[in-house]
């Protein structure tokens, strides 16, 4: 019953509560969805098949950035003029599909990264680091959040500006 556009079915209370919290203390906007349910006994190799599905979600936020700063440089060249809420969207677009794609890459659990940490650990190593990271994935997040937000924010920011040739 997720395999639908409605984003009601996507929502998740507790993130979006967050996304409201985080705007409202005027910080890195913060929150989530529920998580996209994946069954690995599906896969044809579970170990690679799992890294594969991980990049699908930041692969495709890379190349929506790509696909809108390609719009915004277009729009330039040609010299084309558009109302500044268009040139905002365009621009907000890339920016946050830059962020979702870096934030998502973050070797932290719920995120995609910890799968790909998981991937090329020693199997040992992995088998002890995640329930670790797994039960304390969130707060260690909440804390890169609280301490590191600016530096990621100019890191998404200077992504974002080369994409659009700024």
Known sequence: GRLTLDPRVHFDRFG???????VLLGGFLFGWAKPTPVNTANLRDRRNGEV???????ASNLVMALLGAAVIRL???????????????LWLFVVFN?????????????????TILFRFLPARYAWQLRPMLSQYGIFILVIFILVLSRPLVGLIL???????GA
């Open 75 to 89: 729009l330039v060249a040609m010299g084309i003029g558009v109302p500044e809420l268009v040139a905002q969207t």
């Open 158 to 164: 200077g992504v974002a500006r080369f994409l659009v």
């Open 52 to 58: 594969l599905v991980a990049l699908a979600g930041p």
């Open 98 to 114: 830059v962020a979702l794609a870096l934030f998502n890459l973050l070797p932290v659990p719920p995120l995609d990264g910890s």
């Open 16 to 22: 979006g509560l967050m996304v409201i919290i985080s």
